[in-house]
Protein backbone atom coordinates (compact mmCIF):
# COMPACT_ATOMS: atom_id res chain seq x y z
CA UNK A 1 0.00 0.00 0.00
CA UNK A 2 1.55 3.46 -1.29
CA UNK A 3 -0.94 5.42 0.30
CA UNK A 4 -0.13 6.67 4.16
CA UNK A 5 -3.14 7.04 5.69
CA UNK A 6 -4.23 5.14 7.60
CA UNK A 7 -6.69 2.62 6.52
CA UNK A 8 -9.26 2.29 9.83
CA UNK A 9 -9.19 5.83 10.03
CA UNK A 10 -10.50 6.21 6.14
CA UNK A 11 -13.19 3.27 6.72
CA UNK A 12 -14.26 4.96 10.25
CA UNK A 13 -14.54 8.33 8.09
CA UNK A 14 -16.58 6.42 5.46
CA UNK A 15 -18.89 4.65 7.77
CA UNK A 16 -19.43 7.66 9.99
CA UNK A 17 -20.53 9.67 6.73
CA UNK A 18 -22.77 6.75 5.53
CA UNK A 19 -24.55 6.75 9.38
CA UNK A 20 -25.28 10.47 8.74
CA UNK A 21 -26.31 9.85 5.57
CA UNK A 22 -29.20 7.80 7.17
CA UNK A 23 -29.41 9.79 10.05
CA UNK A 24 -27.88 13.18 10.77
CA UNK A 25 -28.24 12.67 14.53
CA UNK A 26 -26.00 10.06 13.73
CA UNK A 27 -23.30 12.31 12.35
CA UNK A 28 -21.09 11.94 16.43
CA UNK A 29 -21.82 8.46 17.08
CA UNK A 30 -19.02 6.77 18.71
CA UNK A 31 -18.50 2.64 19.66
CA UNK A 32 -18.67 4.24 23.56
CA UNK A 33 -21.36 5.73 23.04
CA UNK A 34 -23.20 2.65 21.78
CA UNK A 35 -21.76 0.30 24.66
CA UNK A 36 -23.60 2.40 27.54
CA UNK A 37 -26.87 1.69 25.31
CA UNK A 38 -25.80 -2.16 26.31
CA UNK A 39 -26.44 -3.22 29.60
CA UNK A 40 -25.15 -6.52 31.60
CA UNK A 41 -27.20 -9.43 31.33
CA UNK A 42 -28.73 -11.30 34.25
CA UNK A 43 -26.53 -14.28 35.10
CA UNK A 44 -29.68 -17.18 34.16
CA UNK A 45 -30.16 -14.76 30.52
CA UNK A 46 -26.80 -15.42 29.81
CA UNK A 47 -26.66 -19.25 31.30
CA UNK A 48 -29.21 -19.68 28.34
CA UNK A 49 -27.63 -17.86 25.64
CA UNK A 50 -24.32 -18.60 26.69
CA UNK A 51 -24.09 -21.21 28.82
CA UNK A 52 -24.87 -25.37 27.79
CA UNK A 53 -28.83 -25.09 27.55
CA UNK A 54 -28.85 -25.98 23.92
CA UNK A 55 -25.54 -28.20 24.16
CA UNK A 56 -26.33 -30.57 27.37
CA UNK A 57 -23.00 -30.99 29.15
CA UNK A 58 -21.33 -28.76 27.43
CA UNK A 59 -19.79 -25.19 28.07
CA UNK A 60 -20.63 -23.41 31.08
CA UNK A 61 -21.62 -19.49 30.13
CA UNK A 62 -18.36 -18.37 32.66
CA UNK A 63 -16.03 -20.76 30.29
CA UNK A 64 -17.28 -19.34 27.21
CA UNK A 65 -17.26 -15.94 28.19
CA UNK A 66 -13.36 -16.68 29.58
CA UNK A 67 -12.98 -18.02 26.02
CA UNK A 68 -14.47 -14.98 24.32
CA UNK A 69 -12.21 -12.17 26.88
CA UNK A 70 -9.35 -14.48 25.42
CA UNK A 71 -10.26 -13.90 22.14
CA UNK A 72 -10.81 -10.25 22.32
CA UNK A 73 -7.72 -10.02 24.14
CA UNK A 74 -6.00 -10.79 20.62
CA UNK A 75 -7.85 -8.23 19.31
CA UNK A 76 -6.28 -5.84 21.29
CA UNK A 77 -7.44 -1.89 21.15
CA UNK A 78 -10.05 -2.38 18.92
CA UNK A 79 -11.98 -4.37 21.03
CA UNK A 80 -12.42 -1.72 23.94
CA UNK A 81 -15.84 -1.82 24.51
CA UNK A 82 -16.32 -5.34 23.73
CA UNK A 83 -13.71 -6.45 26.46
CA UNK A 84 -15.36 -4.06 28.87
CA UNK A 85 -18.89 -5.53 28.05
CA UNK A 86 -17.14 -9.14 28.82
CA UNK A 87 -15.91 -8.35 31.72
CA UNK A 88 -18.84 -6.59 33.21
CA UNK A 89 -21.16 -10.37 31.86
CA UNK A 90 -17.64 -12.36 33.48
CA UNK A 91 -18.73 -10.26 36.48
CA UNK A 92 -22.27 -11.58 36.80
CA UNK A 93 -21.85 -15.14 35.95
CA UNK A 94 -19.39 -14.90 39.42
CA UNK A 95 -15.97 -15.11 37.47
CA UNK A 96 -13.14 -14.25 40.12
CA UNK A 97 -11.01 -11.23 39.49
CA UNK A 98 -7.88 -13.92 39.96
CA UNK A 99 -10.02 -16.24 36.40
CA UNK A 100 -10.19 -12.89 34.87
CA UNK A 101 -7.05 -11.31 34.89
CA UNK A 102 -5.75 -15.27 34.38
CA UNK A 103 -7.25 -15.90 30.50
CA UNK A 104 -5.86 -12.15 29.75
CA UNK A 105 -2.51 -13.15 31.03
CA UNK A 106 -2.64 -16.38 29.37
CA UNK A 107 -3.23 -14.56 25.99
CA UNK A 108 -0.07 -12.53 26.11
CA UNK A 109 2.68 -14.58 24.66
CA UNK A 110 -0.31 -14.92 21.67
CA UNK A 111 -1.68 -11.29 21.65
CA UNK A 112 1.14 -9.32 22.39
CA UNK A 113 2.16 -6.97 25.09
CA UNK A 114 0.32 -3.91 24.02
CA UNK A 115 -3.06 -5.81 23.76
CA UNK A 116 -2.29 -7.37 27.13
CA UNK A 117 -1.42 -4.30 28.98
CA UNK A 118 -4.94 -2.74 27.31
CA UNK A 119 -7.02 -5.59 28.53
CA UNK A 120 -5.75 -5.55 31.83
CA UNK A 121 -6.47 -1.50 31.80
CA UNK A 122 -10.06 -2.55 30.76
CA UNK A 123 -10.69 -5.07 33.89
CA UNK A 124 -8.97 -2.20 36.49
CA UNK A 125 -11.68 0.35 34.96
CA UNK A 126 -14.89 -1.97 34.92
CA UNK A 127 -13.43 -3.29 38.32
CA UNK A 128 -13.35 0.34 40.16
CA UNK A 129 -16.42 0.94 38.30
CA UNK A 130 -18.11 -1.92 40.22
CA UNK A 131 -16.66 -0.93 43.48
CA UNK A 132 -18.04 2.92 42.90
CA UNK A 133 -21.72 1.53 42.06
CA UNK A 134 -21.43 -0.63 44.97
CA UNK A 135 -20.94 1.88 47.49
Known amino acids: MSDSKNPYQAMFAQYQEMAKAFNPALESFT???????????????????????INQ???????????TLGALTMLGAQADSQIRLTIRHLIEVEATKQEIVETIGQMSMFAGIPATTRAMEIVQEVLAEKEGSDT
Open 57 to 67: GGLDAKTRLLL
Open 31 to 53: PKGFEALWPTMPKDVMEMFFGNT
